[in-house]
């Protein structure tokens, strides 16, 4: 499975988004607001995450799906679900 951002899964504002940077994410992966991404953590199991918010300065605000990645791998590479 591809893997498009690397987040820590602990790393989470204070509306339950989970925080991550542009630099994290994997080569020739762009990120944008709506976008679904599989994101990653050592020792976690791969998730899939809407991207909602990404910062002039580089940082990235994502909101986790419950479950593991495979549940909603159909999303990924879309926008919003509808």
Request: aromatic share 8%; hydrophobic share 45%.
């Amino acid at each position: 499975m591809h893997r498009d951002l690397w987040v820590d899964f602990h790393r989470v504002d204070e509306d339950g988004l989970t925080l991550a940077s542009v630099e994290d994410a994997s080569p020739g992966v762009e990120l944008w607001v709506g976008q679904f991404v599989v994101v990653w953590d050592e020792g976690a199991d791969d998730g899939v995450a809407e991207v909602v918010q990404v910062d002039p300065d580089g940082f990235v605000r994502v909101r986790v799906l419950p479950g593991p990645a495979g549940d909603h791998l159909d999303l990924v590479g879309s926008g919003p679900a509808g």
